[in-house]
């Protein structure tokens, strides 16, 4: 994409083009000057402003040479110099924008995480809200999913429901570590297609092939046996080994 300028725009799903954004026309001419990333958003440097993505639960993005893309969920299409940037999402949940500047995002995002210190993670713990809750919003800290959530308190030997603020330092700097380590390794296998997601070639990722708990209700504990057990918390399913994650008498119901 980098370099490549914006030659129309076309929007088959209107809630798809989402606020904050400056109107779609200032899109048009625009050239990809660099690609980035905050938090679960997608952020493409232009040559004026930014164009924004959030994939949500089903959204993709790949190239094609036709206006309507490949699948029947193309629900915007950006045509560039030679072919078309087709964003598809089925659920119809996934946004996209344009603005003039990142004010509005770095008020309602927390830190990353694969940045975050020591200290300044224990800061964030500092809060009696359930610490999967905690690690899913996007306030706190931005870019943890449901998914590397579950992964992370496994590995780290925490309940889901545990006060952030009953976490001892050294066991939070234990989760740090461990939801960072599996957070890269995530990166390294192209993500997770458990349902919708795929890369833009269309391959699918590999992560979900190493998965300790999420998903496997049910089935034994990699560790000890124990069946892996499944909760909502803040209504996203939670998966969890209750021998390994052995819930305090702090923890909240």
Request: aromatic share 10%; charged share 20%.
């Amino acid at each position: 994409m980098i370099g490549q300028t914006i030659r129309s725009t076309e929007f088959f799903w209107a809630k798809t083009y989402h606020q904050p954004s400056a109107p779609l026309e200032g899109l048009l001419g625009r050239t990809f000057h660099k690609l980035d990333r905050r938090g679960k958003y997608i952020v493409a440097h232009l040559d004026v402003g930014y164009l924004w993505i959030h994939l949500r639960m089903t959204g993709r993005l790949y190239f094609s040479q036709h206006l309507q893309g490949e699948d029947r969920w193309t629900r915007a299409a950006l045509g560039l110099d030679s072919r078309y940037l087709i964003f598809s999402d089925a659920r119809k949940f996934g946004r996209i924008g344009f603005c003039l500047d990142l004010d509005w995002l770095e008020e309602k995002l927390g830190p990353e995480p694969l940045t975050l210190d020591a200290k300044i993670f224990g800061r964030i713990l500092h809060r009696p809200t359930a610490i999967k809750a905690l690690l899913l919003d996007q306030a706190r800290i931005a870019g943890v999913g449901n998914i590397y959530a579950d992964e992370s308190l496994f590995a780290a030997g925490v309940h889901p429901l545990e006060p952030a603020n009953k976490i001892k330092p050294a066991k939070a700097l234990v989760l740090l570590t461990h939801l960072q380590a599996i957070l890269q390794r995530a990166i390294q296998h192209e993500g997770a297609t458990i349902g919708w997601y795929r890369k833009p070639d269309g391959q699918k990722g590999s992560s979900q092939d190493h998965f300790q708990v999420y998903g496997k209700t049910n089935q034994p504990c990699p560790h000890c046996g124990a069946p892996i057990q499944r909760i909502l918390v803040t209504q996203r399913s939670t998966h969890f080994c209750a021998k390994c994650q052995k819930k305090s008498s702090t923890a909240v119901s």
